[in-house]
T-cell receptor, first 112, second 113 residues
Framework: GEDVEQSLFLSVREGDSSVINCTYT??????LYWYKQEPGAGLQLLTYIFSNMDMKQDQRLTVLLNKKDKHLSLRIADTQTGDSAIYFCAESRNSGYSTLTFGKGTMLLVSP | DVKVTQSSRYLVKRTGEKVFLECVQDMDHENMFWYRQDPGLGLRLIYF???????EKGDIPEGYSVSREKKERFSLILESASTNQTSMYLC????????????FGQGTRLTVV
């Protein structure tokens, strides 16, 4: 079945860039997502990318997709303490009945 | 503002009790999902529904059932709660074909004692 892998923990200093990596196995994946979960809250969509794109930029966020290697990354520029959260990578197919498959989440800790 | 509402933020139940977790969305979405979230395991899909009265098993359906009598409401049922069902439960919804974002509720932290 589908599998999504990501590292479990990342620690950076405020003002640095953060890069969170993700790999997936399903070559039929059409949409790839990054969700953010703050403590005690549900998941909030940060950004997503279609599988026919290589890059997407949205303010401080840059998503890079290497479809050949099935590798997705999220770069957060000028990381702030408010960015401390768990970040989930997810994938789904282009189907009305498709589910989202999530990675285990990467806990990002930003220190002052 | 889109909304997925879970009826309880925190629940404490006894082993063997029948437990109902309710989820309501106001976006007229076809698809609804129940996940559980555990440390180090991420989100695992329990059940999903793509239409009223339709349901499909996810990756870990054992010990759970669901009900979707109305489009806006998707209920997760623990027939006989056990301590290994202590977890955070997250409900989500999204539209059908061509959909992108899934919207999540705030989660229900269930403790079974």
């Amino acid at each position: 079945g589908e599998d999504v892998e990501q590292s479990l923990f990342l620690s950076v200093r405020e003002g640095d860039s953060s890069v969170i990596n993700c790999t997936y196995t399903d070559s039929s994946s059409t949409y790839l997502y990054w969700y953010k979960q703050e403590p005690g809250a549900g998941l909030q969509l940060l950004t997503y990318i279609f599988s026919n794109m290589d890059m997407k930029q949205d303010q401080r966020l840059t998503v890079l997709l290497n479809k050949k290697d099935k590798h997705l990354s999220l770069r957060i520029a000028d990381t702030q303490t408010g960015d401390s959260a768990i970040y989930f990578c997810a994938e789904s197919r282009n189907s009305g009945y498709s589910t989202l498959t999530f990675g285990k989440g990467t806990m990002l800790l930003v220190s002052p | 503002d889109v909304k997925v509402t879970q009826s309880s933020r925190y629940l404490v139940k006894r082993t063997g009790e029948k437990v109902f977790l309710e989820c309501v969305q106001d976006m007229d979405h076809e698809n609804m999902f129940w996940y559980r979230q555990d440390p180090g395991l991420g989100l695992r899909l329990i059940y999903f529904s793509y239409d009223v009265k339709m349901k499909e098993k996810g990756d870990i359906p054992e010990g759970y059932s669901v009900s979707r009598e109305k489009k806006e409401r998707f209920s997760l049922i623990l027939e006989s709660a056990s301590t290994n069902q202590t977890s955070m439960y997250l409900c989500a919804s999204r539209t059908g074909v061509g959909s992108t974002e899934a919207f999540f509720g705030q989660g229900t932290r269930l403790t079974v004692v």
